[in-house]
């Protein structure tokens, strides 16, 4: 028996559907913006005309019209019609330029983005039954990571996170800290400042990624404290750690139990494994929200 079609109910969802394009056109933009400066142009600027917008930023001005049009359409930024220019709200401004902010979401765009350009990849392996690893992402991934992720970090780290994990004073004596997953190693050298009597060891399987946190180390003047391997969570060192650390990485690897297993092995005897993971709901019901809709693409 054929299934009685509700017309209402079909077109009510092509043009949800129409939006949902426009939202994956527009992760896209956000990055663009990003990139070309056109956020900080609106935030510095204030109300702007596209022609404003394009020689401020020094881009084309059929760019900046239709790069416009599209954060108006979308509500990320404000048009005034009877000025003909466009406003970024004090609010997005926050959000879209305040790399400090841990509301700051370019990197979460540029991760997405990234994620996207890669879906030939996961095509491939659903096919062959078979995984994606992290170094075969292209660097919007890498690098959106840590833009998304550092600003948390940079906020709550040492100031509220470690001390509710009860190691604050192990680090502010001196303990021995591995962090597992560390990427380009932006929670190992903020823990490297906040906590200059104890030594780190950040450590990630992806050799250009570790590249970068080496240099970030050197940069920041860490590097006497804060080195980094290129090793799998499993093959690190068998040395005896005060604290173990792993930021937004476990549910990556591909065998959390097992690399559980090596750091209970890696821990001194009153050592403290500290993991910081996303929030989400045991059933798939309690994941059906907007939250848990972007863990499920992003997984």
Request: hydrophobic share 45%.
């Amino acid at each position: 028996m054929t299934a009685q079609i509700d017309e209402d109910v079909l077109m009510s969802f092509v043009f949800r559907a129409v939006d949902e394009v426009g939202a994956t056109l527009n992760a896209a933009l956000v990055v663009l913006g990003d990139k070309l400066g056109y956020y900080r142009a609106l935030a510095d600027g204030g109300a702007l005309t596209p022609a404003e917008l394009a020689e401020r930023t020094g881009t084309a001005l059929p760019y900046a019209r239709e790069w416009l049009n599209a954060q108006a359409a979308g509500s990320f930024v404000r048009y005034e019609p009877d000025t003909g220019r466009y406003v970024l709200p004090a609010e997005h401004a926050v959000a879209l330029t305040d790399e400090s902010s841990p509301a700051f979401l370019p990197g979460l765009f540029q991760i997405a983005l990234g994620t996207v350009a890669d879906s030939q990849r996961v095509v491939e392996a659903a096919r062959d039954d078979a995984g994606v690893g992290w170094h075969e992402h292209n660097g919007d991934v890498h690098d959106g990571c840590e833009r998304f992720f550092r600003p948390s970090y940079l906020a709550y780290l040492v100031d509220a996170w470690l001390p509710a994990a009860g190691v604050a004073d192990k680090l502010r004596e001196g303990a021995r800290v591995a962090d597992i997953g560390c990427g380009h190693g932006a929670s190992t050298i903020l823990m490297a400042e906040g906590y200059p009597s104890s030594t780190f060891v950040g450590s990630d399987y992806h050799a250009a990624s570790i590249d970068v946190a080496r240099q970030r180390a050197a940069a920041a003047g860490v590097s006497d404290r804060a080195t980094f391997e290129v090793t799998s969570a499993q093959h690190l060192g068998d040395e005896a750690y005060d604290v173990v650390t792993t930021f937004d990485a476990l549910h990556d690897m591909g065998d959390p139990v097992g690399a559980a297993r090596h750091v209970h092995h890696m821990l001194a005897d009153d050592g403290v494994w500290m993991i910081v993971e996303p929030m989400a709901g045991d059933r798939v019901e309690d994941n059906l929200t907007p939250v848990g809709r972007a863990y499920y693409g992003f997984s």
